[in-house]
């Protein structure tokens, strides 16, 4: 690899870093772009070569983890059963928890929820494109979300297992009981 294409790596990471470290102290809002350089220990110019605004960081942060976690579901084909398929989900996750969790605080959980339903469609490319079959992708990925959003505030007290054999079996039967009624 290049000296330069990994320094520009090594900086990345350093301001994604210092980034979520700030939010885990600060307002987000309060945060700024001279904070992240120092606390990254990289100029101004290396923040601004990389990246525009903070949102920016954690927009492409974000998306990288997804793209990552979908390349590794997809790999080892745990998609094509639904509990190896949230197992994966969640044990990687799990792993970024600390991102989620301030982006989440500040309000950004926008940008979580984009990843999972960008994924979704890639990872369950609808077979016969119809507009249910878009809207069930946006319904899961919102499902999918909550359940993600009230583990992590939750402090991940249930293990990837136990999520992934709950959202395996909602995934499967259906709706709720209200629902099932008929008019």
């Known amino acids: 690899m290049p000296k330069v294409s990994e320094s520009n790596r090594l900086a990345k990471e350093c301001i994604v870093t210092a980034l979520v470290e700030l939010m885990k102290i600060r307002d987000y ?15 101004r110019m290396a923040y ?8 920016d960081i954690l927009n492409k942060y974000i ?12 790999e ?5 059963v639904p509990y190896d398929y949230f197992y994966a989900l969640f044990e990687q996750l799990g792993e970024y928890s600390d991102l989620a ?4 605080r500040a309000h950004l959980g926008e940008l979580i929820l984009s990843a999972l339903i960008k994924n979704m469609f890639l990872t369950f ?17 919102g499902g999918f979300y909550n359940v993600f959003i ?3 505030k939750g ?8 999520m992934a054999t709950i959202c395996a079996e909602m995934a499967t039967q259906g709706c709720p009981e209200p629902f099932n009624e008929v008019g």
Do not use: C
């Open 150 to 152: 009230e583990w992590l």
């Open 63 to 74: 998306e990288e983890v997804g793209e990552s976690i979908h390349k590794m579901i997809a």
């Open 29 to 43: 809002d309060s945060i700024t772009i001279t904070d992240i350089a120092r606390k990254a220990g990289v100029s």
């Open 48 to 55: 601004y070569r990389n990246y525009s605004s903070k949102d």
């Open 155 to 162: 402090g991940l007290r249930e293990d990837p297992a136990t």
């Open 125 to 141: 490319p609808p077979q016969v494109p119809s507009i249910t079959e878009r809207y069930r992708r946006f319904y899961l990925a």
């Open 101 to 104: 969790i301030v982006a989440y």
């Open 76 to 80: 080892s084909h745990s998609s094509s």
